[in-house]
């Protein structure tokens, strides 16, 4: 009988040296004695199993691996009279904070662009030209301006970005701690107008029909500025982030491991206990306006920094809303917007726009009730369907 021990056929030599298939061997031995081609067939079987085995431990190592190379970094800079924060989930430090510099730098030039501040924003510029002639303008200057009058013509002019004068006088109030009398809210409401903004898109410049008026990019600019940051990360290879700018969050792909990122809404109601809600958003916005932080209050009213257009009073009560939207700037925009809209007219809206939904929290008669769009997350408004 030949010593088939010494001669392992092909395919099987390798399992020899492994201890504990060691009877594999003696099986494929064996086997090499009954038929050739059998045995053939089995080595190669034995062949195809071991690099079944193989690849599978491959692809299962491969995401251990992208997880263990994954950290998690935070940065945070005072941007556009707030903080604007990034996180993201990165191989390297180099790469992390690569990443964060460059999104910060793409905020500093929006800064540069919209600020109302900087006398030398390209904002400010077309303020003071543009009322005289077409004002040739930045691409980003077109969006903001371009989503704006967007918002005003969903909204019915509820938010309208040529605010500025009743911003103004608002602001004075406030500072001042009384109210504006009715000649003043008249004389800036008739500079109020965003049918008088003029947009040219094949010549990118924005006309203002009427001298004196002033753009207010303090409802969408921060939304606008998120959307940009995120995008630059993307393009640096970053997916996994989430950017905060003040109160505008817009995320990317999860955390590794997670379903997404867990964002914490403030609503108008906590200061009645009630307890804030937590999002889980990936590839998402969410943005909450509301009179939490600037108010006047006068003879035990409450006035938000928030103005009706068509009154040129600022809103008046307790309020919060929330908006979920694919892109900052578009919840950023309608946040506002719908805090100025009725409760049903926004509900309206927001059905009408695939991937928005909302939550308004407001307070009625002596009572805090929510009302909810279709898609908002159930976790969050605790209504029934039906009640929605
Ligand atoms: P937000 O916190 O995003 O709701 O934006 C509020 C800011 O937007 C205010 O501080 C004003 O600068 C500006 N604003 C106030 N009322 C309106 C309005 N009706 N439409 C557009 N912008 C507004
Ligand atoms: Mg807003």
Known sequence: MPDTTRRPF???SR??????????????SVISRVGRVAARLRSWACLFFLALGLCILMVSSRPVAAKASAQHFQYSLPRMGTIFRIEMYAGSDVEASRAAEAAFSRAEELEQIMSDYRAD??????MRDGAAAPVPVS???YSVLAKSLWTSKLSRGAFDVSIGPLVDLW???RKAGRLPDAGEIAK??????????ELDPVQHTVFLKRAGMKL???AIGKGYAADQMLAVLQSQGIQRALVVAGGEVVTGEPPPGSSGWKVRIDTADSDAGVAPCTLLLTGHAVSTSGDEHQFLEVNGHRYSHII???TGWALEGRSSTTVIARDSTTADALATAFSTMSVSDGIRVAQSLPGVSALWVRRVGGEWKRYASRGFPASCHGLSERSQ
Do not use: T, W
Request: aromatic share 4%; proline share 4%.
């Open 10 to 12: 092909r395919g099987c």
């Open 15 to 28: 399992v020899q040296l492994h201890p504990s298939r060691v009877e594999v061997f003696s099986n494929c």
């Open 121 to 126: 924003s390209e904002l400010m510029r077309l």
């Open 139 to 141: 691409s980003d200057l």
């Open 171 to 173: 602001r004075s109030a």
């Open 188 to 197: 800036a409401k008739a500079l109020v107008d965003y049918r008088n903004i």
């Open 216 to 218: 207010d990019l303090g």
């Open 308 to 310: 009706n257009p068509r």
